[in-house]
């Protein structure tokens, strides 16, 4: 079947450290792929997405690269904020599929 | 412009009661969704609207929970004998297409808690 496995956390990291926060994925065919981020109080919201092989999608300082020979499609940062703590999930949508398949999302906690 | 809005916020209910959780979806947007997300886990899909087809219903974890959708319009997901077990943030969603490269936006959900 289709699923979506994420790094567990929580992730804890100092203001200005650098961010991975791994996701790989097994599916049929070639899947779009999504990353949202849940705020503290807050919906979800789209962060970032790719729909194919070698795409790189990009936001607010994030980005994930969409790779077909490791099915993975790893979030980074460069330098993260007190503000970036939230819940992160990976999710994947195929190409005949009507739904986003979530992964269990990953808890970031940011100290200054 | 205005965002997926839901309905209530918040609900506390009584074991064996019924409940209605309403969806209004971004307007213009085909295809409607429904996701559960259980305390501590990622979201699992309930049931998927697109235009005038058939409704997909593969989600839905028994036969006590049903939803409807006016044309392109409201969305509204109903649970009968509520139990124990259904107490879960309810998130609707849109998208503009049906397409699997499309955005799905969501609301800001419905806690449901069964006491």
């Known amino acids: 079947g289709n699923s979506v496995t994420q790094m567990e956390g929580p992730v804890t990291l100092s203001e200005e450290a650098f961010l991975t926060i791994n996701c790989t994925y097994t599916?049929?065919?070639?899947?779009?792929l999504f990353w949202y981020v849940q705020y503290p109080g807050e919906g979800l919201q789209l962060l970032l997405k790719?729909?194919?092989?070698?795409d790189k999608g990009s936001n607010k300082g994030f980005e994930a690269t969409y790779r077909k020979e490791t099915t993975s499609f790893h979030l980074e940062k460069g330098s993260v904020q007190v503000s970036d703590s939230a819940v992160y999930f990976c999710?994947?949508?195929?190409?005949?599929?009507?739904?986003?398949?979530f992964g269990a999302g990953t808890i970031l906690r940011v100290k200054s | 412009g205005a965002g997926v809005s839901q309905s209530p916020s918040n609900k506390v209910t009584e074991k064996g009661k019924d409940v209605e959780l309403r969806c209004d979806p971004i307007?213009?947007?085909?295809?409607l969704y429904w996701y559960r997300q259980r305390l501590g886990q990622g979201l699992e899909f309930l049931i998927y609207?697109?235009?005038?087809?058939?409704?997909?219903k593969s989600g839905l974890p028994s036969d006590r929970f049903s939803a409807e959708r006016t044309g392109e319009s409201v969305s509204t997901l109903t649970i009968q004998r509520t139990q124990q077990e259904d107490s879960a943030v309810y998130l609707c969603?849109?998208?503009?297409?049906?397409?699997?490269?499309?955005?799905?936006?969501f609301g800001p959900g419905t806690r449901l808690t069964v006491l």
């Open positions: 999710a994947l949508r195929i190409i005949d599929g009507n739904k986003l398949v």
């Open positions: 969603a849109s998208s503009l297409t049906p397409l699997y490269t499309d955005t799905q936006y």
């Open positions: 790719a729909t194919k092989a070698d």
């Open positions: 307007s213009g947007h085909t295809a």
């Open positions: 599916a049929t065919g070639y899947p779009s």
């Open positions: 609207f697109q235009g005038n087809s058939a409704p997909d």
